[in-house]
């Protein structure tokens, strides 16, 4: 609903966690999708952040929209990989 809501419609990445209040993070990112698909929203490369690290579980938030997933705990060195694989360069450097 926030999405639907703003005024800006142009986001480069969204990180969503798998568990959060009232929506989980793949039920959010269908919703998200489903605001790219009327236009409220440009495309976007939507991230899952979550410790499920089940097959099944990764599995399911990919089939939801998410691109890739950000185990926790987080380290550096995932999050950087992360980060150059799905981020713009010229975003990137002005993001850093």
């Given at each position: 609903r926030k999405f639907a809501d703003c005024s800006c419609v142009s986001y480069t990445m969204i990180i969503m966690d798998y568990e959060m209040p009232l929506l989980n993070g793949p039920q959010c990112a269908q919703e998200v999708k489903n605001l790219v698909k009327i236009g409220t929203l440009n495309s976007q490369v939507i991230l899952g952040h979550t410790a499920y690290n089940s097959a099944e579980d990764i599995e399911y938030f990919r089939s939801c929209?998410?691109?890739?997933?950000?185990?926790?705990?987080?380290?550096?060195?995932?999050?950087?990989?992360?980060?150059?694989?799905?981020?713009?360069?010229?975003?990137?450097?002005?993001?850093l």
């Open positions: 929209g998410i691109k890739d997933i950000l185990e926790k705990p987080i380290t550096e060195e995932n999050f950087n990989t992360i980060m150059d694989k799905w981020m713009p360069k010229a975003t990137k450097t002005s993001f």
